[in-house]
Nanobody, 124 residues
Framework: QAQLVESGGGLVQAGGSLRLSCAAS????????MGWFRQAPGKEREFVAA????????HYADSVKARFTISGDNAKNTVYLQMNSLKPEDTAIYYC?????????????????WGQGTQVTVSS
């Protein structure tokens, strides 16, 4: 059974930065895709970024492109989301997830395993 544990969330002022981590365990993910999603109150869960463990190809939502960077450490089975130039509209619970498909997978139902989420709050 795969387990994903997010960390690194918190409260930050607009323009600041945070780095989220997602530690994966329980199975081998070398052929999978790791993604980050977020869900703000009253809104649907939305895709943020994804990375293919094999090859390191990445894909971003337009709303975070050039501000967020997804990366992975295969040795640690950990995926990171570096978030810079944060805006109040980035406030949400951030989830990491695993997909057996493509790094272009942007729909939540394409992802099989999910973490419990970590809160990110950006104040204006």
């Amino acid at each position: 059974q795969a387990q994903l544990v997010e960390s690194g969330g918190g409260l930050v002022q607009a323009g600041g930065s945070l780095r989220l981590s997602c530690a994966a365990s329980g199975r081998t993910f070398s052929r999978y895709v790791m993604g980050w999603f977020r869900q703000a109150p009253g809104k649907e869960r939305e895709f943020v970024a994804a990375i293919a463990w094999s090859g390191g190809r990445t894909h971003y939502a337009d709303s975070v492109k050039a501000r967020f960077t997804i990366s992975g450490d295969n040795a640690k089975n950990t995926v990171y989301l570096q978030m810079n130039s944060l805006k109040p509209e980035d406030t949400a619970i951030y989830y990491c997830a695993v997909s057996p498909g493509s790094y272009f997978d942007t729909q939540a139902n394409q992802y099989t395993y999910w973490g419990q989420g970590t809160q990110v709050t950006v104040s204006s």
